[in-house]
């Protein structure tokens, strides 16, 4: 049933006008939803025409407030109070959408790779796919037709305010300490997380890490559980003919992919060949150079320890930038690890909270930058002739102290790599 027409009868304000929320504005535009206006705290000029000129009175008044996913309540007392009125882009598209069928993605670390992962497989086994929400596309951008599976990134923030998503198969990764001082504790961050199987019938997939299966039973959710098959996927893992993918940094990945393979009944030598031709994504465990028996690798999405200690307990003879803007509650914990990691280099504007951190634990220098960084450990690389070394970025932290975000931190650390490897290596 079309929705569109309920919708018309509705009243919104879209609070913030990034990449979401201009897409949810050109959604109302294409469909005739004419009793929306727009605010942003920071583009007072933007749509000037639909702005509001008392933002409380507009706060009450309407039905809906479609809220941008970067946006706290806990730093916003106004928006607060009208809590149950807020959703999202994604529930947008849940309202309008009886057509294809959705997979939504949710976790701490790996959304972006596993998203990426899903649409190769499906592209490769000749599924119609659309790929979109967190990762980069609004969802309300991508096509959504029949006969047609839509892959969505969804972060906590949106999961938070969602009221009406309701995916037909939802993988929900891992949990670790991050984004707290958003949602202010560990509960409130799970419970997020958790929204994305609320709504879900029982003819709907959940599919979890078995660490979960007790709360997910426990919160009596109406989806068929399916549990990670991390055993078959061991057993194939040999035959999959890609390092990225058989990297240690990827097995939870590629077990959700495995098992979610399983539910479409993808033959093991479909799923296989599918694998062989796939790309990893920028600034996660990208190995982007190799030369004198050293491999350079950028990690530079990795804004948590969690998220480091995956490419940390995969590799030998490591010497690793570490630093940056801490996740609240967040610990570096080495013990270990450290036998695979030859010094540690910490930069960025909070070096006594890192330095705290593996003082004892490891050999470090404090090199402040990326580049006093790299010339520091190609010196320190001819000190000692290791076989195979690994020269790597996974600075367990955010990057927003010295980089615009985590893509130029890796873009600058790969820039320099290359230019100072002519000269050292």
């Not at 997939?205 to 997910?216: P, T």
């Not at 068929?224 to 940094?249: E, M, P, Q």
């Not at 470090?364 to 930058?369: L, Q």
Request: charged share 25%.
């Amino acid at each position: 049933m079309d929705q569109i027409p309920k919708l018309r009868e509705l009243s919104f304000l879209v609070y913030g006008m990034g990449l979401s929320g201009s897409s949810v504005v050109k959604f109302f535009k294409k469909n005739k939803i004419k009793d929306f206006k727009v605010w942003d705290d920071n583009q007072k000029n933007k749509l000037r025409n639909y702005r509001p000129k008392n933002l409380y009175e507009t706060l009450k008044r309407v039905d809906y407030i479609i809220l941008s996913p970067g946006i706290s309540l806990l730093k916003n007392k106004n928006l607060k109070k009208f809590k149950k009125k807020i959703i999202t882009d994604i529930d947008l598209f849940y309202l309008n959408n009886n057509k294809s069928k959705s997979i939504v993605v949710t976790g701490s670390n790996g959304k972006s790779t596993t998203c990426k992962l899903l649409a190769h497989l499906l592209h490769k086994n000749k599924f119609k796919f659309s790929l979109g929400g967190n990762i980069g596309t609004p969802i309300l951008n991508v096509k959504n037709t029949k006969n047609r599976f839509v892959v969505i990134e969804a972060s906590s923030f949106q999961l938070s305010h969602s009221k009406f998503i309701r995916p037909d198969y939802a993988l929900f990764l891992n949990l670790t300490n991050d984004h707290l001082e958003w949602h202010g504790s560990m509960k409130n961050y799970l419970n997020s997380k958790l929204k994305v199987f609320n709504l879900q019938k029982k003819n709907q997939f959940a599919i979890i890490n078995k660490k979960y299966e007790k709360k997910f039973i426990k919160k009596n959710f109406s989806a068929k559980l399916v549990t990670l098959k991390i055993k078959g996927f061991r057993k194939i893992k040999s035959k999959i003919k890609n390092d990225y993918l058989t990297s240690k940094i990827n097995e939870e990945n590629m077990s959700f992919i495995y098992t979610f393979s399983k539910l479409l009944r993808i033959k093991e030598k479909s799923f296989l060949r599918s694998m062989k031709s796939f790309k990893g994504l920028s600034h996660r465990f990208e190995i982007f150079l190799k030369k004198n028996n050293i491999t350079f690798i950028n990690d530079s999405k990795a804004t948590s320890f969690k998220a480091t200690q995956s490419a940390l307990s995969g590799l030998k003879n490591i010497y690793w930038i570490l630093g940056g803007l801490p996740k609240k509650g967040d610990k570096i914990k080495v013990s270990n690890l450290k036998k695979n990691i030859i010094k540690c280099y910490l930069i960025g504007n909070n070096l006594n909270f890192f330095k705290n951190q593996v003082k004892g634990k490891l050999v470090f220098s404090i090199t402040k930058n990326l580049k006093n960084s790299i010339i520091q450990i190609l010196k320190d690389s001819k000190l000692k002739k290791y076989i195979n070394r690994t020269i790597l970025l996974s600075p367990a932290a955010a990057s927003f102290d010295q980089f615009e975000n985590f893509e130029q931190r890796g873009d600058q650390f790969k820039m320099l790599c290359k230019k100072y490897a002519r000269k050292f290596v």
